[in-house]
């Protein structure tokens, strides 16, 4: 809600009376008022100061000084006459106008939540009071938005960090790999071990695997020949066992 209106944030008047016979002190205060309305508020504060001195526990006086040094951008000094001004002597008006001002200072001096609290004392003086509720809704929203943008550096935080961290580790990875060539490659010719001995182990199981040869084309006669000669060689090996079991079941020797 955009209530930038000329009324919000500016300071609330307190008129003097006029009165027929006024003291000194009441005099100082009235050329206060003079100079705060022609805009010399360094010339309005000294006499507003020149006047408390006067008279110091007049609330009037002290509300007047606390106006015209917010409007010099004193706010701390500002505050201080303001609190000054809120006492026994103070009408329910004065209290009220005095907690709304103080909700301004508070809010330009950056204590959001103080002027949060100022503002509502002052509507719980004037519930009609229709600055001290736009300002209190302002003031809230400029909260919620600083709390928003807070969060919002706060995941990005951690999300860079995380980032980074990520970085970190492909980056060290990347940098083990490099500085171990010699694992990268014995790693590359372990993965090929398994196959290059299941083919050892198949080769030694299976020698003829690695011993065939490949059939010789021959001719019909060759065949003939080849059959013949290992049949001529089937019957010499048969005679010759033969013998070899006859000498062997034979008696040997001399008689006794």
Do not use: C
């Not at 001096?109 to 002027?115: I, R, W, Y």
């Amino acid at each position: 809600m955009k209530i930038f209106k000329n009324y919000i944030f500016t300071v609330a008047i307190f008129l003097l009376p006029a009165i027929a016979m006024a003291s000194s002190a009441d005099g100082k205060a009235m050329e206060g008022m003079e100079l705060y309305r022609e805009q010399a508020f360094d010339q309005a504060s000294q006499k507003f100061l020149e006047a408390r001195k006067e008279k110091p526990d007049d609330p009037k006086i002290s509300y007047n000084l606390g106006n015209s040094r917010y409007k010099q951008g004193k706010f701390d000094e500002a505050l201080q006459d303001y609190s000054r001004s809120i006492n026994e002597k103070s009408d329910p008006a004065l209290i009220q106008k005095s907690a709304y001002n103080m909700g301004n200072t508070l809010f330009r001096m950056g204590k959001l939540d103080e002027s949060v609290a100022s503002y509502k004392k002052a509507l719980e003086l004037d519930p009609g009071d229709m600055d001290a509720k736009y300002n209190l809704e302002f003031v809230r929203e400029q909260i919620e938005k600083k709390k928003q943008e807070q969060q919002q550096k706060q995941d990005e935080s951690g999300k860079d960090k995380e980032d980074q961290q990520f970085g970190d580790e492909k980056e060290q990875s990347k940098n083990q790999n490099e500085n171990n060539p010699q694992d990268q490659a014995d790693n590359k010719d372990n993965s090929k071990e398994p196959s290059d001995k299941q083919e050892q182990n198949e080769s030694q199981d299976n020698p003829s695997r690695t011993a065939e040869a490949s059939p010789e084309s021959i001719t019909k006669e060759e065949a003939e020949q080849r059959l013949s000669a290992l049949t001529e060689d089937l019957k010499k090996f048969q005679r010759k066992q033969a013998l070899d079991m006859k000498s062997l079941f034979t008696y040997q020797g001399n008689d006794w």
